[in-house]
């Protein structure tokens, strides 16, 4: 059974930074893809960031490219997600989530995904 556990949302002003964490269980980490997704209020979940099983392929939605960086330490079973400049508009709840098929084709579609985190909050304040 596969466990995610995201951590290190909480309260920043705009312009600042966060990394928040997710830690896998279940599966062997490093076979899967991860991906970050984030749900706003009143807004549907989108794709933030994904990443390969070896950590060599990665994919950002366009808007955030540049401020947040997505990355895996397979040792620690691990996915992180850098998130710099923050907009208030970055606040949302934020999710990770593992990709349901082995391969190191990144993906964005939530369906794609198998197991998800029950989120953490972040709150950017202007």
């Known amino acids: 059974q596969v466990q995610l556990v995201e951590s290190g949302g909480g309260l920043v002003q705009a312009g600042g930074s966060l990394r928040l964490s997710c830690a896998a269980s279940?599966?062997?980490?490093?076979?899967?893809?991860m991906g970050w997704f984030r749900q706003a209020p009143g807004k549907e979940r989108e794709f933030v960031a994904a990443?390969?099983?070896?950590?060599?392929?990665?994919d950002y939605t366009e808007p955030l490219k540049g401020r947040f960086t997505i990355s895996r330490d397979n040792v620690k079973n691990t996915v992180y997600l850098q998130m710099n400049s923050l907009k208030d508009e970055d606040t949302a709840i934020y999710c990770c989530?593992?990709?349901?098929?082995?391969?190191?084709?990144?993906?964005?579609?939530?369906?794609?995904?198998?197991?998800w985190g029950q989120g953490t909050q972040v709150t950017v304040s202007s």
């Open positions: 989530a593992e990709d349901r098929a082995i391969g190191e084709v990144v993906r964005r579609g939530s369906s794609e995904y198998f197991a």
């Open positions: 279940g599966r062997t980490f490093s076979n899967y893809n």
């Open positions: 990443i390969s099983g070896s950590g060599s392929r990665t």
